[in-house]
């Protein structure tokens, strides 16, 4: 990836030179050491600025004066907050992105102190920077000529934000930087195409999380059909490429405490296999590993922050192709927890293999629970669309934390319900299961399947295929793959199962 940059914490010394960040409210109010360091004639100066432009401090709005007279600053961005009482409620992160997206010099100062008597939390710093780190997020690696627009688009190599007791938001903005690698990481994968980016590749780039004292197993294809993986290997069967399992353990916790899991689907390319998807778009699904990605992430950023919990990830690592050693539709296959499945339509693989890996990390591991993300249905996509990821689950408990935490980190999800009437609508004549119900309730009853390989443990599915990839562009996200989920993941963690 490109875009890293050094973000550093200050006290609120007067920065000299170069681009400077100031923030104001619906009334144009500015912080004290704001104000002192504009002084009356650079005060002056903004709100003539602000009358021109029309510039009212709505919440993100900037005002950009270049070379403004009397003031120690070569660029001077006046970012808006709303109104004051709304500043306590401000999303942090996004506010972040939005005044990196604004900054054009290769040094920037941010001066993070705000109007009114509200200080802000070292969580909050931690939140900003975070949000700074996101956006400047570039792939780019594979351009070999850089356009006029992209060095447009360029972050610059150095922020410094002044803040008030900037001591005491440092261990924040660690851990942030931890979560900013982990959502790199994630896009990283998503981003890259599938002749670079295939199971075993896959594979290998999740092993170099032994570096950070992760635990990692790679499962190959002849160990997975030894185990009993028959419905994983059975949708990689028409690739030239292994199908592959890989096991995470991060282990932050005491010996005796037991892990939380989370499951990705990987699937690193999907044509549909032999139910052949159309050629228009098919490009995008190097993306339909997403829900792995967003694992490996979650995982490289507990690791990194050194998380006090144990947490599993599984991932389930498989290329669709049409070949003539591909399962066809009627085939018939018998999964690792010995249900048989009858297969429908080969383009509905993502639940094949979701129900070996959930299986297999329910029985070894018996989690506390398990959270699965995959890129499953394009239904969800037309419920949902791309704000919202589908939420399905068989805890109350837990979906209301999912919930909590995706408010939190503005990774919104949005539940669906699991209901036995929709069972009826994947029972097979010839099986116990079939792959897909039909149209109807597309993405409830790829849930449903799922449901049948977890048991009684605790669990959560999650349907990014609207949200983890071609996701909408954001104040924090300008990029085609947008690691969603490893923020969300972290946040639940992080507010309920971390030894405190």
Request: hydrophobic content about 45%; glycine content about 10%.
């Amino acid at each position: 990836m490109t875009g890293r940059i050094k973000v550093e914490f200050k006290s609120l010394e007067r920065p000299e030179g170069g681009e400077v960040v100031v923030f104001a409210d619906d009334a144009l109010s500015v912080s004290a050491a704001a104000a002192a360091w504009l002084g009356e004639a650079g005060l002056a100066l903004v709100q003539r600025a602000a009358q021109i432009e029309k510039f009212k401090g709505a919440a993100r709005s900037t005002l950009v004066l270049a070379a403004p007279q009397g003031i120690a600053a070569d660029r001077l961005v006046v970012v808006g907050l709303g109104a004051a009482k709304d500043i306590p409620a401000t999303d942090w992160a996004r506010l972040g992105g939005a005044v990196l997206g604004k900054i054009a010099g290769a040094q920037a100062h941010i001066l993070f102190d705000l109007p009114g008597d509200f200080s802000p939390s070292p969580e909050a710093a931690g939140d900003f920077s975070l949000g700074l780190r996101l956006r400047a997020y570039r792939f780019d690696r594979y351009k070999t000529k850089k356009k006029e627009e992209d060095e447009q688009e360029a972050s610059p190599a150095e922020v410094v934000v002044h803040l008030a007791g900037p001591d005491a938001a440092r261990a924040a903005r660690k851990a942030a930087k931890a979560v900013a690698e982990g959502v790199c990481l994630a896009r990283d994968l998503v981003n890259e195409p599938a002749n670079v980016l295939y199971p075993e590749e896959f594979a290998r780039r999740a092993g170099e999380l032994a570096k950070l004292d992760v635990a990692v197993e790679v499962l190959g294809e002849k160990e997975l059909k030894a185990l009993g993986f028959g419905a994983l290997v059975a949708v990689g069967q028409g690739s030239r490429a292994e199908s592959q399992v890989v096991v995470l353990r991060w282990n932050g916790a005491g010996a005796d405490e037991k892990p939380v899991a989370f499951v990705g689907k990987g699937v690193t390319f999907d044509t549909g296999g032999i139910s052949i998807k159309p050629a228009a778009n098919m490009e995008d699904m190097k993306g339909d590993m997403a829900g792995a990605a967003a694992v490996i992430g979650l995982i490289h950023a507990l690791a990194t922050r050194k998380a006090k919990v144990n947490a599993v990830g599984v991932v389930g690592l498989v290329e669709n192709m049409p070949d003539g050693k591909a399962q066809r539709p009627g085939d018939i296959v018998t999964s690792l927890s010995g249900q048989t499945i009858e297969v429908i339509n080969t383009d509905a693989e993502g639940r094949l293999v979701l129900a070996d890996v959930l299986w297999y990390t329910q029985a070894r591991f018996q989690p506390q629970f398990i959270v699965n993300l995959a890129t499953l249905t394009g239904a969800i996509i037309v419920a949902l669309g791309q704000e919202n990821a589908g939420l399905f689950s068989n805890s109350d408990e837990l979906a209301a934390r999912l919930g909590e935490a995706g408010k939190a980190t503005g990774e919104t999800v949005w539940r669906l319900p699991l209901q036995p009437e929709y069972d009826k609508l994947i029972d097979s004549k010839v099986a116990d299961v079939k792959n897909t119900g039909g149209r109807n309730a597309g993405s409830i009853t790829a849930a449903q399947f799922l449901k049948r390989f977890v048991n009684d443990a605790p669990w959560a599915h999650l349907d990014i295929a609207g949200t983890g990839m071609a996701a909408k562009q954001t104040d924090t996200n300008r990029s085609w793959g947008s690691g969603w989920g490893v923020r969300l993941l972290d946040r639940l963690v992080r507010d309920h199962y971390e030894a405190r």
